[in-house]
């Protein structure tokens, strides 16, 4: 007997889920023990490799591409009802996001397999359509159709799904009031990529921890979520701001974060701030202090254009301007004109805080760095990264009174590169260098 075949179950199964479906499948020629192996693995991810080992007929005229992709994308969907079809085990993990897929009969029959066949066992379920160019899919309403498209997947649900990952999908009314807690009442981890259909969220979950919410909203609100400590919220820029206000919303800080005492990472896109800014019930403090917020970052905030931005409160002062506010990193105000003058409460956690394209000596953005290092008591880390076209002038000025700053913290460094930033399992571009000041 060879060593493979005498491997523990859970292992061969860890192997099987690091291959592609089809050379998995390829695993019962080795022997009589392999020959089923493959149709019990756990994990069923449908995706790019999985449909590069299906026959493309590249070839032929430019008016026959739509007709030959359509048939590579029927041939990609037989394919996927085969595997299922096959696959004879529990399927804890499921991932569907094959490049091009369309909306059709033929997914919902996929979709609806699955619930039937695993809908007590899926732990994890990732759905993307990831062409721009194709409607979104009509999901988890059978009220929404496309093309006589109805999914069954609310009927079944999926009891022990953890993770949820659905990518350009539409989304039912009654998605974070009935289906997140009745049919996923163990949700964990939930992203919200280029969705669409839920304009006023009001979330329940129970058990949520980690939400990404990057998709068109006007209101969003937090009813009952105990455990979410990580939130990421960011427009795919459906709507549009025009300078006088939101027509269809109007946005209150307080209710906004009233119920996410377990808060400690937050990112919230430029649209959602002015969506604050704009309402008429802003606090000026929160009526719960975010006192465990360890992470903050606000990507795409123009410092340089703060009244354009309407982050001018017009009364000398930046909106969120006392203590206890989410928005207190931005105050332009007495805080920041004397070291250590003003104790942020809402920054007392604080240990990591970055810039990215630094601009240099823009003076909104010195004051924002002085006011961080003033008031982050226990700051472990600062991180500018400037832009490589600065002058070496201006990046030595900047360098200069960043390092004559008060520091709340004894232990905080201040890391300042330029060039552009690499994951850390990247090596830095030849033109990167990092100071520490």
């Known amino acids: 007997m060879d060593i493979l075949s005498n491997l523990p179950p859970d292992v061969t199964d860890h192997i099987l889920t690091l291959l592609p479906i089809k050379e998995a499948a390829k695993t019962s020629l080795l022997s009589q023990k392999w020959r089923h192996r493959w149709r019990t693995i756990p994990h069923l991810v449908l995706d790019r490799d999985f449909a590069a080992v299906i026959p493309h007929n590249n070839e032929g005229s430019s008016s026959s591409t739509s007709s030959s992709s359509l048939e590579y994308i029927?041939?990609?969907?037989m394919e996927i009802n085969r595997a299922l079809a096959l696959h004879k085990g529990p399927i804890t993990k499921f991932v569907l996001a094959v490049p091009g897929l369309r909306p059709s009969p033929e997914i919902d029959q996929i979709l609806l397999r699955l619930s039937e066949k695993s809908s007590s066992c899926v732990q994890e379920f990732s759905l993307r359509f990831?062409?721009?160019?194709?409607?979104?899919?009509?999901?988890?309403?059978?009220?929404?159709?496309?093309?006589?498209?109805?999914?069954?997947?609310p009927v079944a649900g999926f009891?022990?799904?953890?993770s949820l990952e659905l990518k350009q999908v539409v989304l039912s009314a009654d998605f974070f009031?009935?289906?997140?807690?009745?049919?996923?009442?163990?949700?964990?981890?939930?992203?919200?990529?280029?969705c669409d259909g839920i304009y006023h969220p009001q979330i329940v979950a129970p058990r949520l921890q980690a939400l990404y919410f990057h998709s068109t909203f006007y209101t969003i609100s937090f009813e009952f979520t105990p455990l979410l400590h990580l939130v990421s919220i960011l427009e795919n820029g459906l709507y549009h701001y025009d300078g006088y206000g939101y027509a269809e919303a109007e946005a209150d800080a307080a209710a906004v974060f009233a119920s996410l005492p377990a808060l400690r990472q937050l990112?919230?896109?430029?649209?959602?701030?002015?969506?604050?800014?704009?309402?008429?019930?802003?606090?000026?403090?929160?009526?719960?202090?975010l006192r465990d917020l360890t992470e903050l970052e606000?990507?795409?905030?123009?410092?340089?254009?703060?009244?354009?931005?309407?982050?001018?409160?017009?009364?000398?002062?930046?909106?969120g301007a006392e203590v206890d506010s989410l928005l207190e990193m931005l105050e332009a105000g007495e805080l920041m004109q004397q070291p250590g003058g003003g104790s942020s409460s809402c920054l007392q956690c604080l240990e990591v805080f970055k810039i990215q394209n630094s601009l240099g000596e823009l003076q909104a953005e010195m004051e924002l760095v002085r006011f961080v290092l003033a008031n982050a008591r226990q700051l472990r880390r600062v991180h500018i990264t400037a832009l490589p076209e600065l002058e070496a002038r201006?990046?030595?000025?900047?360098?200069?009174?960043?390092?004559?700053?008060?520091?709340?913290?004894?232990?905080?460094e201040v890391v300042y590169t330029i060039g552009t930033t690499t994951s850390p399992d990247q090596e830095a571009p030849a033109r990167s260098m990092s100071i520490r000041v």
């Open 74 to 77: 029927n041939k990609v969907t």
């Open 130 to 153: 990831g062409d721009d160019q194709v409607n979104p899919f009509k999901f988890l309403d059978r009220n929404l159709a496309h093309e006589a498209v109805r999914t069954s997947l």
């Open 159 to 162: 009891g022990k799904l953890t």
């Open 177 to 194: 009031g009935e289906f997140i807690p009745r049919k996923c009442p163990l949700l964990e981890e939930l992203k919200l990529l280029n």
């Open 267 to 289: 990112t919230l896109g430029l649209e959602f701030l002015l969506l604050l800014a704009d309402g008429v019930h802003i606090p000026t403090r929160l009526p719960t202090p």
């Open 298 to 319: 606000i990507p795409h905030l123009c410092l340089s254009s703060l009244k354009e931005a309407r982050l001018d409160t017009g009364n000398g002062r930046s909106m």
């Open 394 to 412: 201006s990046v030595a000025k900047y360098l200069m009174e960043v390092g004559d700053y008060w520091r709340a913290s004894t232990r905080v």
